[in-house]
């Protein structure tokens, strides 16, 4: 099974001040497509997870342009320009290069 | 609009049996993979089992191998899982998602506890 490491696991953050996560895979992610089959998830306090990055860049549809995804093969980044309040919560990134998909520890970020 | 709705959790006595449904709506169910994903109390989301739409093949983790099974009633555009030999481990809530690129949708979630 492909293991995804996370860090850091705890990221305090003062609004209008940027914020990144990094996620490593035991494997390449990278397909022969030219796909990073990685995603990245943000579960809000009390709610379901939602998707926000998509195939390692990708923005879902409603994801504010301030939520950017980087990185190929076995690192990667997600990176908020200016974080904001609404954005506490916990994230998480997930492989969809095989199954079983497997997804980081989580890192929760929370407001200064 | 596009909805997954889960239902079925609750409470049950080890080894015995639940089973989950997702009930699906504002998309062509069949034409999608489906995932369930869980979350045990304070803890990470772990990937449960998929199926996927052409051919319903599925896959599981190897903590539920040989004792849940998932399927998919395209008629009723509705995805169970069913959990048999429950263990104090299984203890989650329990989350369905649909799968386009990536997990896009996600159910509300139905809790499952397994306690004596």
């Known amino acids: 099974d492909i293991v995804m490491t996370q860090s850091p696991l705890s990221l305090p953050v003062t609004p209008g001040e940027p914020a990144s996560i990094s996620c490593r895979s035991s494997q390449s992610l990278l397909y022969s497509n030219g796909f990073n089959y990685l995603d990245w998830y943000l579960q809000k306090p009390g709610q379901s997870p939602q998707l926000l990055i998509f195939l390692g860049s990708n923005r879902a549809s409603g994801v504010p342009d301030r939520f950017s995804g980087s990185g190929s093969g076995t690192d990667f980044t997600l990176t908020i320009s200016r974080v904001e309040a609404d954005d506490v919560g916990v994230y998480y990134c997930m492989q969809a290069q095989q199954t079983p998909r497997t997804f980081g520890q989580g890192t929760k970020l929370e407001i200064k | 609009q596009v909805q997954l709705v889960e239902s079925g959790g609750g409470g049950v006595q080890p080894g015995r049996s639940l089973r989950l449904s997702c009930a699906a709506s504002g998309f062509t169910f069949s034409s999608f993979g489906m995932h369930w994903v869980r979350q045990a109390p304070g803890k990470g989301l772990e990937w449960v089992a998929a199926?996927?739409?052409?051919?319903?093949?599925?896959y599981y983790a190897d903590s539920v191998k040989g004792r849940f099974t998932i399927s998919r009633d395209t008629s009723k555009n509705t995805l169970y899982l069913q959990m048999n030999s429950l263990r104090a481990e299984d203890t989650a809530v329990y989350y369905c998602a649909k799968e386009s690129d990536a997990f896009d949708i996600w159910g509300q979630g139905t809790m499952v506890t397994v306690s004596s």
């Open positions: 199926i996927w739409y052409v051919g319903s093949n599925e």
